[in-house]
Every structure is written in C-alpha cells, then in structure tokens.
C-alpha cells in the first residue's frame, strides 16, 4: 500500500477539473469547474471556447485544490493528467499545465487515458475484482471494456456513430430542451405513460459494437411528421420509446460480455450512468443474473478530476511515467 500524493488534472471536453488523491483511494479535494452555462446558448460544446475557458481556470483552480486538500506543492509524489482522448485544444491546457508543475517541482508526471480514468473512478469506491467488463457511457464514448487484471484493457465494442450522451443530447435539442439534454430525456421517459415503439439496432448477433444514429433518426422523423401534420407530439411517449430502445440493446450487451468473458462484475460509467433508467434496468438484470453491479457515485461519474488521479496511481505503482515531451493525444488508444 503506497500513500503517494498526486495532483491530477482533467480538461479533455467541458470541465475543468483538479483533484488531490492519496494512496490511489483517499479523495482529498476534487474540485470541478463545469462550462455548461457557457456553452448552453450554442446547443453543445463549443471547442475553442471550451480551450479559452480551461486557460482562465487552470492555475487557479491547481492552488485551490492544494489549498483544500491542505498539502503543500512540495509534498506531492507525482502529477497525473488525462493525455486523451478528447478535444485536442482542450487537452493541450492540462498537458501544459501539468508538465510545467512537474517540471518545476522535479516529480513525476504521468499521462491518462480519459476512459481508463471512468473506469478506475470505481476503484475509488468499490474493489474490483478481475476479470470484469466496464460498460464505458458518456457524451463521447460507448465501450464495453474487459479488464483481465488490473490496467489491462481490451475493448471488445464500441459506438459505430454517436456516442451514447450524444444521441441522447440531440435528441434533446429536437424536443427543445437545452444542453446538455440527457438528463430532460430521462426525466420525461420516467414520467411518461405511454411508449413510441422505436427500433432497436443489434447489429450482426455476435457484436458487441452499438449504433444509435438510427435510433436517433427515428426519433427526428417521428418529430418532423407530426409538425408537418400539425399532430400534438406526446414527447414523452418518444422518450420513452428512445430510452427504452437504447437501454435494452446496452444491457443485453453487457450482460452477454459478462457471462461470455466469465466476468466478477461488471462496471457502469460514464456521465450516462446518471441515467434512472438505466442504472434501474441493469440493476434488476444484474441481481437475476447475480451478476456484481459497480457504479460509482455520480460526482464519479462525469468527468472529473479524481477518476484521472486512480487511474494515475496503477502507473504509480509499477513508476511507468510519462516523459515530459509527451504530448496531448485526441485520439489515444487504450
Ligand atoms: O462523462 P460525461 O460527463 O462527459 C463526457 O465525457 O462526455 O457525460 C456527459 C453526457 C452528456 O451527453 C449528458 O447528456 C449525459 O452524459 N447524461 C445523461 C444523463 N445525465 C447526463 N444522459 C442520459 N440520462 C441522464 N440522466
Ligand atoms: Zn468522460
């Protein structure tokens, strides 16, 4: 058990965000700064603004998470960043910032992958026990994961379109709810009585790859017809119909990863695990399949900081750094 301390650094879409971990487990601050109500009024991120705005945030927000965790810069053992994936502008921010504080402090400086970072941000909560399959959800992946033991990862399906998050946010915008959408949908789908019938997309019966941009257009012809037929649309009955569509084929999935790879557990992350609808429907499967079910606090789930510092601190543990002339990956592999 090691009880290094490591500032780590997440600014790969819209948040930024500084945590201080110690010894891989112990969240001594996590602070993030969200960009939402900037980039509501265009509809979705914008990226150069996202870039401006980690800029005017970064050093501040480094002291203050010092501050809050109540260290000093000196005592820290490493610095962890995310290198990738995301928005290259973006990820640049942190990667400087963070080679700089190592640079000038003479630490270590380790570099992420944001996915591993949604994955390991269960570590912070739970033990995990190996092998087990991450379901990866958010508004810029779709991943089932199998982790054979810790820090292996083998993507085994992905998103052939859009990411999860993201057909969900779009089809919010369609309904005229504001972004980030996901959670409008969700909320109506819950409350919703009756359901538009939507397909489900299976893709070839041995995939574990998903599809939703189908789906998606499904949901913007139903929306299109009735305005050009002047119908009243029942919106809830179509979110209905969209989550129930989108959680069967992800549970279906999962679950058949699960037994197929002989997995202890199965993992949930990702800002979509928010979902009511989907954290209910995996549960129930999960307990009649008597499958173990991790989902990490919601604060855990979106992009943050302290995700970034537990995946850092496996590289720790075996000292694979990061050279200092390392550079921000917008499409870093796992
Ligand atoms: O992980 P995250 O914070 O950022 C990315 O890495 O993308 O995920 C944000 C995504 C957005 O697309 C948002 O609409 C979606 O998660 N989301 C939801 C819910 N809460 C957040 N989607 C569906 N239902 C929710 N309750
Ligand atoms: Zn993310």
Same mark, same amino acid.
């Given at each position: 058990m090691t009880n290094e301390l490591i500032l780590a650094v997440e600014t790969s879409c819209d948040e930024t965000s500084v945590a201080?971990?110690?010894?891989?487990?112990?969240?001594?601050?996590?602070?993030?700064? @969200?960009?939402?109500?900037?980039?509501?009024?265009?509809?979705?991120?914008?990226?150069?603004?996202?870039?401006?705005?980690?800029?005017?945030?970064?050093?501040?927000?480094?002291?203050?998470?010092?501050?809050?965790?109540?260290?000093? &810069? %000196? %005592?820290? @053992?490493?610095?962890?960043?995310?290198?990738?994936?995301?928005?290259?502008?973006? *990820? $640049?921010?942190?990667?400087?910032?963070?080679k700089t504080l190592a640079m000038a402090l003479d630490i270590p400086l380790?570099?992420?992958?944001?996915?591993?970072?949604?994955?390991?941000?269960?570590?912070?909560?739970?033990? *995990?026990?190996?092998?087990?399959?991450?379901?990866?959800?958010?508004?810029?992946?779709?991943?089932?994961?199998?982790?054979?033991?810790?820090?292996?990862?083998?993507?085994?399906?992905?998103? +052939?379109?859009?990411?999860?998050?993201?057909?969900y946010d779009k089809v919010a915008r369609a309904l005229k709810f504001?972004?980030?959408?996901?959670?409008?949908?969700? +909320?109506?789908?819950?409350?919703?009585?009756?359901?538009?019938? $939507?397909?489900?997309?299976?893709?070839?019966?041995?995939?574990?790859?998903? @599809?939703? @941009?189908?789906?998606?257009s499904a949901v913007l012809a139903a929306i299109n017809q009735a305005n050009m037929k002047g119908l009243t649309l029942d919106k809830g009955a179509l979110a209905r119909g969209f989550q129930n569509s989108v959680i069967e084929v992800l549970v279906t999935k999962a679950l058949r990863?699960?037994?197929?790879?002989?997995?202890?557990? &199965? &993992?949930l992350c990702g800002g979509v695990a928010a979902n009511k609808g989907l954290r209910t429907a995996l549960a129930a499967r999960c307990e009649s399949e008597q499958v173990p079910l991790l989902v990490p606090p919601m604060s855990l789930c979106s992009d943050n900081a302290a995700m970034i510092g537990a995946a850092a601190h496996l590289k720790w543990k075996h000292a694979a750094f990061t050279s200092l002339d390392m550079k921000a990956e917008p499409s870093f592999s796992l």
């Open positions: 201080v971990i110690r010894g891989g487990k112990e969240i001594l601050c996590n602070l993030v700064s @969200s960009q939402i109500e900037t980039h509501e009024k265009y509809g979705g991120v914008v990226p150069e603004i996202a870039s401006r705005q980690h800029v005017e945030s970064i050093t501040l927000m480094i002291e203050q998470a010092v501050q809050e965790a109540g260290v000093t &810069l %000196e %005592e820290l @053992s490493a610095i962890a960043v995310t290198q990738g994936p995301g928005l290259v502008g973006s *990820l $640049l921010v942190g990667v400087i910032a963070a380790i570099g992420t992958h944001h996915i591993a970072g949604h994955i390991y941000a269960n570590q912070l909560v739970h033990e *995990l026990v190996y092998p087990c399959v991450a379901l990866v959800v958010s508004g810029g992946h779709t991943e089932l994961v199998v982790l054979e033991r810790e820090g292996v990862f083998r993507i085994i399906g992905r998103t +052939r379109d859009d990411a999860v998050g993201e057909a504001p972004y980030p959408g996901g959670p409008h949908v969700d +909320r109506l789908a819950g409350e919703a009585e009756e359901e538009i019938e $939507l397909p489900r997309a299976w893709l070839e019966p041995d995939s574990y790859d998903f @599809s939703f @941009s189908g789906l998606k990863a699960v037994h197929a790879e002989g997995a202890k557990q &199965l &993992l």
